[in-house]
């Protein structure tokens, strides 16, 4: 709040004020606030693999390219958010009125969940004091995704995305903590495919590890501390090689040189590679409070 008056009082800061029915919006720009930064532990990175149902995340500490340790994990489920109560057919004037009443006020509540999750993937971040926070830059284009129309939807007009990245980027900004989008292809197959057998996690965490991967490789080239290479889609197989001879082995590959052209392979094949969630036993809670509509989970048991 200091930090707010200084903002305020001091000429040299551009603000924005905008009032509505409910709120009074304060806008400027978050990075000249000062007196917020952490002591960040180098090449320790928060990543969030993103989908309109789950938001799973991890901490990982990237000693090198194939040398990394978990730290903390987790799945936040967006389902109750995403699957309210349907709507009824021939309704009345009344009901319809409810109805429209109902939609705006699960709207805001979603907006204001989305923010919730951010500050708390911040208050992760500085708990553990992560150098990096990697999303995936994601530009999805209207359209059939090929998973019914009730998916569509999801992802064409009810999927609050950008909320909560932006809400992310500001909260980096603030505590100086670097932000990275990070090449998005591929990024879920890649985590199932080299992560799955060090890491018994569903598909969302396996997919938040390589994010994160990538994000420090991008942001080590950034600062200097490793070789500039152009394509990090994929890990150096040599970082990984036993992971790979164990992902050959699992789906009867062979004479397969690198990561690349397993995962390529597998595509190709459409076998099954991701651990879906259910392939295991999670027991979602309630995040926060039985009123809140975001379930929370970070223990996961592989069903054999």
């Known amino acids: 709040m200091i930090q707010l008056f200084r903002i305020q009082y001091e000429k040299k800061y551009a603000i924005t004020y905008k009032i509505d029915l409910e709120y009074i919006h304060v806008s400027f720009d978050e990075s000249l606030i000062e007196g917020f930064k952490i002591n960040p532990i180098k090449n ?10 789950y938001i799973g995340y991890s901490v990982v500490q990237w000693n090198s390219s194939g040398n990394y340790e978990v730290i903390d994990k987790g799945i936040f489920s967006l389902k109750d958010l995403n699957f309210p109560k349907r709507k009824k057919k021939n309704m009345t004037k009344h009901q319809r009125l409810a109805w429209r009443n109902y939609k705006k006020k699960l709207t805001r509540k979603k907006e204001h969940e989305l923010k919730e999750i951010s500050k708390h993937l911040i208050s992760i971040a500085i708990h553990y004091k992560c150098e990096t926070f990697a999303i995936e830059n994601l ?49 879920s197959m890649v985590g199932n495919y080299v992560f799955r057998h060090d890491n018994h996690y569903p598909d969302p965490v396996l997919a938040s590890i390589e994010i994160g991967r990538r994000g420090y490789e991008v942001n080590a080239q950034k600062l200097g501390r490793k070789e500039k290479i152009e394509n990090i889609a994929f890990p150096m197989t040599e970082d990984f090689k036993n992971e790979h001879i164990k992902s050959m082995e699992e789906f009867n590959m062979t004479c397969l040189q690198s990561i690349e052209e397993g995962i390529r392979s597998l595509k190709k094949s459409g076998k099954m590679i991701r651990l879906s969630l259910e392939g295991f036993q999670i027991e979602f809670s ?16 592989l069903i054999s």
Request: glycine residues 4%; positive net charge; hydrophobic residues 40%.
């Open 44 to 53: 320790r990175v928060i990543a969030i693999d993103m989908n309109p149902n």
């Open 139 to 187: 530009k999805f284009k209207p359209g059939d995704k090929g998973l019914g129309s009730f998916f569509n939807l999801l992802c064409n007009q009810s999927w609050n995305r950008n909320d909560l990245i932006e809400s992310i980027q500001k909260w980096c900004n603030i505590f100086n903590i670097h932000f990275i989008k990070v090449y998005p292809l591929w990024s």
């Open 286 to 301: 309630r995040w926060k409070s039985q009123k809140n509509l975001v379930s929370f989970a970070n223990q996961f048991k």
